[in-house]
T-cell receptor
Framework: EDQVTQSPEALRLQEGESSSLNCSYT??????LFWYRQDPGKGPEFLFT???AGEEKEKERLKATLTKKESFLHITAPKPEDSATYLC???????????FGRGTSLIVHP | EAQVTQNPRYLITVTGKKLTVTCSQN?????MSWYRQDPGLGLRQIYY???????DKGDVPEGYKVSRKEKRNFPLILESPSPNQTSLYFC????????????????FGPGTRLTVL
């Protein structure tokens, strides 16, 4: 059974204080690891897909990295508008059903 | 604008009264799915559809039905809602999915908040 664990559950940062969110996973044959951002009361918004260990992707202040056991979402010099819940999901080989983590709630104070 | 739409956005109903939540996408995606999101449990997939007339169960299908008669629409049906189906529901779509290949990201609708009394 695929498993995804995100940590921490909640994170409070001051504006400009860089940090990282963790997504640990156990899957049988990774076919994709996905990061989404979810604002309160809204649907998740796609950020990144990572397919193989060593892969990295960047978008503005966000950078996602992947190893064989975990992924990190690095947030550099965050701004209050980066406040959201960040979700990690995986898809394993032969499965059409993704497994989502419970998310990390990020609050960035001005 | 490429999007996934859901209706209604908010719904309060009573136990046993059949309801349908509609979902439509304008991106010509083959794959569509329904999720429910509950505090402390995260997103869980209810049903998914690989294409027209092809649907399959997700992790939590009990008490739900779906149909895929057209590529763009994927309604979620609760024939006899119960209070434990009170939740936030999301519809999502994705481009063509190949079992042996990499998977694509999903595009989510705005959500439907359902309360069953």
């Amino acid at each position: 059974e695929d498993q995804v664990t995100q940590s921490p559950e909640a994170l409070r940062l001051q504006e400009g204080e860089s940090s990282s969110l963790n997504c640990s996973y156990t899957v049988s044959g990774l076919r994709g690891l996905f990061w989404y951002r979810q604002d309160p009361g809204k649907g998740p918004e796609f950020l990144f897909t990572l397919y193989s260990a060593g892969e990295e992707k960047e978008k503005e202040r966000l950078k996602a990295t992947l190893t064989k056991k975990e992924s990190f979402l690095h947030i550099t010099a965050p701004k209050p508008e980066d406040s959201a819940t960040y979700l990690c999901a995986v898809r394993s080989g032969g499965s059409y059903i993704p497994t989502f983590g419970r998310g990390t709630s990020l609050i960035v104070h001005p | 604008e490429a999007q996934v739409t859901q209706n209604p956005r908010y719904l309060i109903t009573v136990t046993g009264k059949k309801l349908t939540v509609t979902c439509s996408q304008n991106m010509n995606h083959e794959y569509m799915s329904w999720y429910r999101q509950d505090p402390g449990l995260g997103l869980r997939q209810i049903y998914y559809s690989m294409n027209v007339e092809v649907t399959d169960k997700g992790d939590v299908p009990e008490g739900y039905k779906v149909s895929r008669k057209e590529k763009r629409n994927f309604p979620l049906i609760l024939e006899s809602p119960s209070p434990n189906q009170t939740s936030l529901y999301f519809c999502a779509s994705s481009p063509h999915v190949v079992r042996t290949g990499p998977y694509n990201e999903q595009f989510f609708g705005p959500g439907t908040r359902l309360t069953v009394l």
